[in-house]
């Protein structure tokens, strides 16, 4: 049997991070990966990081990743990212930030690829919400299924005849289709459900299935304020966005 959870976006939030893996092992997964941004947002990056790595799975640099291992951020973030990277720079050893800088933009596991953002441009952190967006990565896609995150939207775009969107909840694998799969964010979802979202891959049935699971929210927001982080970063997790 073989199950994959597949986790993205898990931004420092150790309950919503702890609470998936629960449930992963409740869903009998056998494997692990990991889409990127690590860190960033909430206040337990280098517990994160720890935990992650104590999985020994595959993952892949997000850019919030990729700015907390660097002395100084691009212009890309927003000031609410930017103070929490900010923020997460200072509470992450030497080695979280090595970690962090060493990580692959994209990689190819077993018959699958993951990559935090797109496959065209991977280190230039685009969003992919439409067929347009998604089309530019199927060119460069050379395996059935990609796994992403970065928009912290869960979502799938399959590309046959021409390239369409549809919703994950139970998503059928056909033969001879690409298929383009947001995994939603465990610590930060922004599709108005506040519960922390993953995948699991049945490899063997050809099913990927959205899960989404309930944390201890208010413990986690309560942690954001105690560390002085920006108190909207709070408020959004209850809302979804």
Known sequence: MLRCAILSDIHANLEAFEAVLHDAAEQRCTHFVCLGDI????????ECIERVQSMDCPVVKGNHDEQASQTESSRDLNELAESAIRWTRDHLS????????DLRLQRQVRDFTIVHATLDTPGQWAYVFNNLDAAASFTYQHTPICFFGHTHVPMAFIRDEGVRRVKIDQLHIETGKKYFINAGSVGQPRDADWRAAYCVYDIENNVVELRRVRYELAVAQ???IE????????ERLALGR
Do not use: T
């Open 39 to 46: 860190v960033g947002y909430n206040a337990n990056p280098h």
């Open 227 to 234: 560390a002085g982080l920006p108190p909207l970063l709070a």
């Open 222 to 224: 309560k942690k954001i």
């Open 94 to 101: 030497n080695e979280d930030k090595a970690w962090l800088a």
